[in-house]
T-cell receptor, first 117, second 119 residues
Framework: AQTVTQSQPEMSVQEAETVTLSCTYD???????LFWYKQPPSRQMILVIR??????QNATENRFSVNFQKAAKSFSLKISDSQLGDTAMYFC??????????????FGKGTKLSVIP | DTAVSQTPKYLVTQMGNDKSIKCEQN?????MYWYKQDSKKFLKIMFS???????INETVPNRFSPKSPDKAHLNLHINSLELGDSAVYFC??????????????????FGPGTRLTVL
């Protein structure tokens, strides 16, 4: 079974600064997918960024980028130029093989990020 | 247009009652999921259906019964509600069947959640 660990329950960052959220995972699979989801106070789950494990290049989406270290099983999220709207819970998720050829997501426990004006 | 919708958004009920939460997706996806998010915000998968067939059934009390009348709908029925069932329940959908056939097939789209409170 896969496990996902987010070791920072809460973090804060000044507006316009950069913050990095950490995530590690454990798996015996070679092909899998990694995700960061954002859950603002509205409760909606929003995909922030994804990474395919077979790709060596780190994914980037505007101000969001990841540092994917496959050998270390590490998948951190960097948020540059933090904005007030980035305040949310951030969940790291592992997408791996489940039954009948589909896959399932395993989530970490989340990091609550507060952006301070 | 709402991609994944759930009704109701809030549900307050007494212990022992039976209730249902409905989920619909208009994305043409083949796979749908139910997740439970507890008071500590931990998200855990409960069920996964592919094209109306149950794929994943995590360790969930049999008071919880998913029903998929067609591949666009996955409803969650809960019998004999208990205090510990209070949580936010999320429905999600994806195209995810391995091998994935295109970029983005792995993405799960979440509904807005249903906050269930059992008194």
């Amino acid at each position: 079974a896969q496990t996902v660990t987010q070791s920072q329950p809460e973090m804060s960052v000044q507006e316009a600064e950069t913050v990095t959220l950490s995530c590690t995972y454990d798996t015996s699979e070679n092909n899998y997918y990694l995700f960061w989801y954002k859950q603002p106070p509205s409760r909606q789950m929003i995909l922030v960024i994804r990474q395919e494990a077979y790709k060596q290049q780190n994914a980037t989406e505007n101000r969001f980028s990841v540092n994917f270290q496959k050998a270390a099983k590490s998948f951190s999220l960097k948020i540059s130029d933090s904005q007030l709207g980035d305040t949310a819970m951030y969940f790291c998720a592992f997408g791996g093989l489940a039954g009948a050829g589909s896959y399932q997501l395993t989530f970490g426990k989340g990091t609550k990020l507060s952006v301070i004006p | 247009d709402t991609a994944v919708s759930q009704t109701p958004k809030y549900l307050v009920t007494q212990m022992g009652n039976d209730k249902s939460i409905k989920c619909e997706q208009n994305l043409g996806h083949d796979t749908m999921y139910w997740y439970k998010q507890d008071s500590k915000k931990f998200l855990k998968i409960m069920f996964s259906y592919n094209n109306k067939e149950l794929i994943i059934n995590e360790t969930v009390p049999n008071r919880f019964s998913p029903k998929s009348p067609d591949k666009a709908h996955l409803n969650l029925h809960i019998n004999s509600l208990e205090l510990g069932d209070s949580a936010v329940y999320f429905c999600a959908s994806s195209q995810a069947l391995l091998p994935l056939t295109g970029p983005g097939d792995d993405e799960q789209f979440f509904g807005p959640g249903t906050r269930l409170t059992v008194l």
